[in-house]
């Protein structure tokens, strides 16, 4: 799983970090609210690990703003406060599930593992449009002009971060940690790869180009050609 952990004390974040990584899941820390839902909307994951006392925005703040940007991602409240109005506040906001610090970090897995099964059954996320492109995060499909594109894991991950990031350029480095989830070797051409495999298809089914390369600097999905 690709875990999401909002935590703002160094101690439990190492502790959640090194444990969710020994179990083989991919692990992404943010230290305060500040534009969660707007990384959450911009990459995948598969579930959020979010602490309440968090400094700037908290984390019934975050999991509200997560939830009014339709996205669907499982969230698990952990926190110190046990008081059952803050249990209810946090589902109330649309937290999945809430565990009270101190807590087994078996128990943890075990609800994550839970989300996982359960899957996620709100179908909030909205398509995502741009010109012909049509992304179904909830299916993990992308059409043209509503043809449905037959496109591997990877490439799917590609057209979605591209089209979140449409008109913007979108360098190698990013394309590794959104795409790739970090597991991305800088020196290898596998981001030109796919960017190949991807226009070539989308290309099969539009007039114009859609993605075209900024040289020195990335990619950008664009209805026209951006100026050099």
């Not at 859609?210 to 990335?218: A, E, S, Y």
Request: proline share 4%; glycine share 6%; aromatic share 6%.
């Amino acid at each position: 799983m690709r875990i999401l952990v909002v935590e703002d004390d160094p101690e439990i974040s190492r502790f959640l970090i090194r444990g969710l990584t020994e179990e083989h899941h991919s692990v992404v820390l943010r230290t305060d609210g500040h534009d969660v839902a707007a990384l959450v909307a911009a990459d995948e994951f598969d579930a959020i690990v979010l602490d309440i006392m968090l400094p700037g925005q908290d984390g019934f703040a975050v999991c509200r703003a997560v939830r009014h940007a339709g996205l669907d991602t499982p969230i698990i409240m952990v926190t110190a406060r046990d008081d059952v109005r803050d249990r209810v506040t946090g589902l109330d906001e649309g937290a999945d599930d809430y565990l009270t610090k101190p807590f087994a970090f078996d128990e943890l897995l075990a609800r994550l593992r839970a989300l996982a099964r359960r899957g996620r059954t709100r179908h909030l996320t909205h398509l995502l449009h741009y010109g012909p492109l049509t992304v179904d995060p909830v299916a993990h499909t992308v059409a043209v002009d509503g043809y449905a594109l037959p496109l591997t894991a990877t490439e799917y991950r590609l057209a979605k971060f591209l089209v979140r990031r449409a008109e913007a350029i979108v360098t190698r480095d990013q394309l590794a940690q959104h795409v790739w989830g970090g597991a991305y070797d800088p020196l290898s051409n596998n981001a030109d790869v796919y960017v190949g495999y991807l226009r070539r298809k989308l290309q099969a089914h539009t007039a114009d180009p859609l993605i075209h390369t900024v040289r020195g600097l990335g990619y950008m999905l664009k209805r026209q050609v951006p100026a050099s």
